[in-house]
Nanobody, 115 residues
């Protein structure tokens, strides 16, 4: 069983920054891929960024150059640094991983960007 706890969401003005954290209840050293997803109201959840155990990253086109995903294996935490935020980034952000063949999601953290 894995618990993922997101934090760092909040209300920010357009152009501002936030850093989201996802703390895992197990060691993430051996976890291959961890990802951040987001869900806009009435829409399906979508991948924002992911990072592998060797640091390979992928990003949704709309966040490239603005968001940075990173992981700290010693702290069992994955981060999402979000810069130059726009109202279109307003969503609930979720952390996701697969561990021992099972899929786990965090509870989500709300990010609201005002114009």
């Amino acid at each position: 069983q894995v618990q993922l706890v997101e934090s760092g969401g909040g209300l920010v003005q357009a152009g501002g920054s936030l850093r989201l954290s996802c703390a895992a209840s197990v060691s993430i050293f051996s976890i291959n891929t961890m990802g951040w997803y987001r869900q806009h109201p009435g829409k399906q959840r979508e991948l924002v960024a992911s990072i592998t155990s060797i640091g390979t990253t992928t990003y949704q086109d709309s966040v490239k150059g603005r968001f940075t995903i990173s992981r700290d294996n010693a702290q069992n935490t994955v981060y999402l640094q979000m810069n130059s935020l726009t109202p279109e980034d307003t969503a609930v952000y979720y952390c996701k991983t697969t561990y021992q063949g099972r899929l786990y999601w965090g509870q989500g953290t709300q990010v609201t960007v005002s114009s």
